[in-house]
Every structure is written in C-alpha cells, then in structure tokens.
C-alpha cells in the first residue's frame, strides 16, 4: 500500500472536482503519461463508462454471451 502523502505538498482539487492522472499504453507498447489533470467528477465517471462500454473486454464479453 501507497505512503500517504505529505499535506503541504499535496494539491487539492475544487469542490466537485478530482485530480486525474491517465497513463496510456498504445499498441506499440509505448506509454503516454497524462498527469493532475483537474476534472468535474461527472464528468470522469462519465468518461470511464465510455472507455468500458468502448473495450475489447466488453465486446468478447457480449460476443461470448450471445453464442452460449
């Protein structure tokens, strides 16, 4: 488990809002680090629904539903 941080030099984010950190691995392997990004809540919920409805896991899931 994680060693909480130091609260001085901890940013916080607004009211309603998260500090997003986003790493990404493309189909080369490559990674893309996208870090403390502030965003409306609603709106990373909203974003993480879209990536999971949008994954691969999600159409073999279905695809194996169907066929059984």
Same mark, same amino acid.
């Given at each position: 488990m994680g060693t909480r941080p130091n609260p001085?030099?901890?940013r916080l984010p607004r !009211?309603?809002?998260a500090l997003v950190t986003i790493t990404v691995r493309d189909a080369n392997g490559f990674l893309h680090h996208y870090g403390d990004i502030e965003a409306q809540v609603g709106?990373? !919920?909203e974003a993480i629904a879209i990536m999971q409805l949008q994954?691969? @896991?999600v159409e073999d @899931?279905?695809?194996g539903h169907a066929s059984a």
């Amino acid at each position: 488990m994680g060693t909480r941080p130091n609260p001085s030099n901890v940013r916080l984010p607004r !009211h309603g809002y998260a500090l997003v950190t986003i790493t990404v691995r493309d189909a080369n392997g490559f990674l893309h680090h996208y870090g403390d990004i502030e965003a409306q809540v609603g709106s990373v !919920h909203e974003a993480i629904a879209i990536m999971q409805l949008q994954s691969r @896991a999600v159409e073999d @899931a279905h695809r194996g539903h169907a066929s059984a």
